[in-house]
């Protein structure tokens, strides 16, 4: 009996050493004591690379940290992982396989977003992005993962006593994440649009002031939205016709369609002539301003010179005076 609590001992100091101050479920610490020490990729027998490591620390102070592995990896109750869809809700199921081409490693554990987020997930199927993969069956379509970040480091977008900076979808680095998929040549080529919408935006009133540390202005969400997302011609989209004016005026009183002409990702030319005249009229101005400035400062010049001129013209005149009338 006595030479059991050395080994005991043992245990709890090795459970300890690799887990020390992490509020995980038993079940986590027995999945953790192989996932945080696997490094690298793998390639599965379908020829698909996966990473099987997880950051104990980070899953902990995640948003989904007081969760058990078991509530999105499915099936996976045993050791070594047997079927992955024994016991899955078949509606569940149905959703893996949709997504099955995007998400090929565990198709399961990305449809698992569905059980707690149902609406969400419903309005991301509804979406732009919802369409090209579940009914397009490609895989550059944005799902949970692209926007929000590994599975098991989603941090809170905001809230008391969290650090929202670290979320890929906080505001201030949402523009950043969408433009990871909207400025990649190969997608844009293959939908139609232009690989500079995000450098457009960085070039835009609303842009410039946010990357210089401005609240509250638009960024990709505030006008297309997050999950709901509508492709510019669909009439429920936000930036869609008489939408956009709606959309414009919550900030801009008064907004009408040939105001919210200007607040696109167009070029800026003649075919979109608000922004573009504007541009010019600005540079205009701040030519006229600063070829102000510098004249004036060459005639302020000038008038020092020619006043200084004339003093000492009119001193040595004294001089000359008072030289005169000594003589004389």
Do not use: W
Request: glycine share 8%.
């Amino acid at each position: 009996m006595g030479r059991r609590y050395p080994l005991l001992s043992y245990l709890i100091l090795l459970v300890a050493f690799f887990f020390p101050n992490r509020l995980l479920f038993a079940d986590n610490l027995s999945c953790l004591i192989c996932h945080e020490s696997l490094k690298g990729t793998y390639v599965t027998a379908k020829g698909v690379e996966s990473r099987l490591h997880v950051n104990g620390e980070k899953f902990a102070a995640s948003v989904h940290g007081d969760l058990e592995c078991t509530n999105c990896h499915l099936g996976y109750e045993d050791n070594p992982h047997s079927s992955v869809e024994e016991n899955v809700d078949p509606e569940l199921l149905g959703i893996a396989k949709a997504i099955a081409k995007k998400s090929p490693v565990d198709p399961v554990a990305q449809a698992a977003c569905a059980q707690c987020h149902p609406d969400v997930y419903e309005d991301v199927k509804q979406s732009v992005h919802g369409a090209n993969i579940f009914d397009k069956k490609e895989v550059d379509g944005a799902l949970c993962l692209d926007c929000h970040g590994s599975p098991h480091e989603i941090m809170h977008v905001a809230g008391a006593g969290h650090d929202a900076s670290a979320s890929p979808v906080a505001y201030g680095r949402v523009v950043e994440t969408c433009g990871q998929c909207h400025e990649k040549k190969s997608v844009s080529l293959k939908y139609g649009f232009s690989t500079k919408i995000i450098e457009r935006y960085n070039e835009s009133f609303h842009g410039k002031k946010y990357h210089l540390g401005g609240s509250n202005l638009p960024v990709c969400t505030t006008c297309h939205g997050a999950h709901n997302i509508r492709a510019q011609n669909d009439p429920e989209a936000m930036v869609y016709g008489v939408n956009k004016i709606e959309l414009c005026g919550q900030c801009h009183a008064g907004a009408n369609a040939k105001f919210v002409a200007a607040i696109t990702h167009k070029p800026i030319g003649k075919d979109n002539p608000i922004p573009y005249y504007a541009e010019k009229g600005l540079i205009l101005l701040t030519f006229l301003v600063i070829s102000g400035c510098a004249i004036h400062i060459v005639l302020d010049i000038f008038a020092l010179v020619r006043q200084t001129a004339q003093v000492r013209k009119r001193r040595r005149n004294e001089v000359a005076r008072n030289e005169s009338s000594v003589a004389g």
